[in-house]
């Protein structure tokens, strides 16, 4: 499996930015998908995670209600939707893959960097 990152950018605070990550490789089906981020001097953290079907959806509680997560069968890409961002949102944002939708995140993409003005 391969994961390509892209749509970083610098933001405004209380701006909206769409991050999307082309997947390829294999049965895109098959795979969980997630968002992690890592903010300068900080341990990587969840973001959100999309199950194989897009019918489960979770977030970590510092983005609900503002991100969104959702995956394109056509297109083999997994998106995430980031509106109402916050300077603590700055961060390098990494798509990852999960095969079978359960356990451990064994594919990363290489991240993609958000920076949002104060």
């Known amino acids: 499996v391969q994961l390509q990152a892209s749509g970083g950018g610098l933001v405004p605070a209380g701006g909206s930015l769409r991050l999307s990550c082309a997947f390829s490789?294999?049965?895109?089906?098959?795979?969980?998908l997630g968002w992690f981020r890592q903010a300068p001097g900080k341990e990587r953290e969840f973001v959100a995670a999309?199950?194989?079907?897009?019918?489960?959806?979770d977030y970590a509680d510092a983005v609900k209600g503002r991100f969104t997560i959702s995956r394109d069968r056509a297109k083999n890409t997994v998106d995430l939707q980031m509106n109402s961002l916050k300077p603590e949102d700055t961060a390098i944002y990494f798509c990852?893959?999960?095969?079978?939708?359960?356990?451990?995140?064994?594919?990363w993409g290489q991240g993609t960097l958000v920076t949002v003005s104060s």
């Open positions: 490789g294999r049965t895109f089906g098959s795979y969980g």
């Open positions: 999309i199950n194989k079907t897009g019918v489960r959806k």
């Open positions: 990852a893959a999960r095969y079978g939708g359960i356990g451990e995140y064994t594919t």
